[in-house]
């Protein structure tokens, strides 16, 4: 059914936002698409705002988070014969009117998730927001090797397909990222549409976000999606698109690799990760397997390969392992191994074997650290300096 639109259904997940639920809806049903309210357990009496408009409404008997909304919607629409649904939040922040723009970016490719990409410009727009759609973006894409201007976005057209059959570990706050990574797995393209975002005044704006509990429970969702990434078995595949570029090259065409696998995953912040990788895994005691183990892993967390490996050559320097067989034997006797000599290097090398893993597991991250930070500044630097040397010059 590529290039025919969806049969689409506006969703509004709402959790006590009466003061603007109205106004969502009303300009919602101006787009001619029919519209379902879940009320998430609100307890300020906004659904009442609703009287007399032409919504269908679906009510879960208690807070269960947007992620259950958005799913409890989607069985909705299954049942009653949709096949897309778009989810627009209740707080007046997004304009119904780019509902369309996302339904005609899908049809080309459909099914497919599109996500409404926040022009992140003009009054009041939280700092807050922009670091952590960045910081969002990034861990995305190590998990699933998408660079998406808008992870965080609510904004967004779903198949009801994939919905219904996912199963997700996350049901509040983490949902949104973790249903794009999923997404991407069972091989859906993923399409960004620039839309435009409205903030009120920071006293007029309405946020259930709770930064410990939802932070925690974020860090907790990209340690699990970042430790499947690693895991070798394969995702279960809903969809397979054919990507360009992602022909085989091997042997035959050793040229080609070489240069594919230097200019991948070259962002700058990619290239940070990259060493910081590349460091942590060589400060192991895994010498004959290391530098398999770094192009595997970087492979898995879609990062630049050669990166990982030529960080990772400062381990090869004699006070690295040294470092952290000091390290581990202070952190097991609560001092520093004093004699280095026949014995204690080859007789106690089971010793010192543990040492050196759990001093790596400080030490690598330290250093990891200061290698990804050097990285990044310095390819920012020198990309800057690119750039301003690319510029015409004006007479």
């Known amino acids: 059914m590529a290039g025919i639109a969806p049969k689409t259904l506006i969703v509004i997940p709402v959790f006590n936002h009466g003061k603007t639920l109205r106004s969502v809806a009303e300009r919602s049903l101006g787009t001619g698409l029919d519209v379902l309210v879940v009320d998430d357990g609100s307890t300020d009496g906004g659904i009442d705002a609703l009287a007399g408009l032409p919504v269908a409404l679906h009510r879960l008997p208690e807070n269960r988070g947007k992620g259950a909304a958005i799913l409890a919607a989607a069985q909705f629409a299954k049942r009653s014969g949709y096949e897309a ?22 049809a080309p490719c459909w099914p497919a998730v599109v996500v409404g990409a926040r022009r992140m410009e003009g009054a009041n ?14 861990w995305v894409r190590l998990e699933c090797g998408l660079s998406l201007p808008d992870s965080q976005s609510g904004y967004r057209l779903y198949p009801v397909e994939f919905l ?45 976000f709770r930064p410990f509990v939802d932070n925690l429970r974020l860090t907790l969702l990209h340690t699990w999606l970042v430790t499947r990434s690693l895991l070798p078995w394969p995702h279960r595949r809903q969809v397979r ?30 290239l940070a990760a990259a060493a910081w990788v590349g460091i942590f895994i060589g400060a192991l005691p895994i010498i004959p397997f290391g530098i398999a183990t770094i192009v595997y892993v970087s492979h898995r967390l879609h990062l630049n390969k050669m990166a990982a490996v030529a960080a990772s050559n400062i381990c090869v320097a004699p006070f690295v392992p040294f470092l952290c067989v000091e390290t581990g034997h202070f952190l097991s006797h609560g001092r520093f191994l004093a004699v280095f000599d026949w014995n204690t290097l080859v007789g106690e090398i089971h010793l010192r074997l543990w040492e050196w893993l759990l001093g790596a597991m400080v030490v ?24 301003q040397d690319a510029r015409p010059v004006r007479g």
């Open 85 to 106: 649904v778009l989810t627009i939040d209740a707080d007046g922040q997004h304009d119904p009117e780019d509902a369309r723009r996302l339904i005609e970016a899908a």
């Open 125 to 138: 727009i939280p700092a807050s927001s922009v670091f952590g759609r960045s910081f969002s973006n990034f």
């Open 164 to 208: 219904t059959a996912a199963r997700f570990l996350s049901s509040r706050y983490p949902f949104e990222v973790e249903v794009l990574v999923r997404a991407a797995w069972s091989g859906l393209p993923i399409v960004s549409v620039p839309v435009s975002v409205h903030y009120p005044p920071p006293g007029e704006r309405v946020s259930h």
């Open 241 to 270: 698109h054919e990507v360009p570029g992602t022909e085989a090259e091997g042997i035959l065409h050793p040229v080609r690799l070489l240069r594919r696998l230097s200019t991948e995953h070259t962002g700058t912040g990619e």
């Open 364 to 387: 690598g991250p330290v250093l990891g650290t200061a290698g990804a930070l050097l990285t990044f500044l310095s390819v920012r630097s020198l990309r800057t300096r690119l750039r």
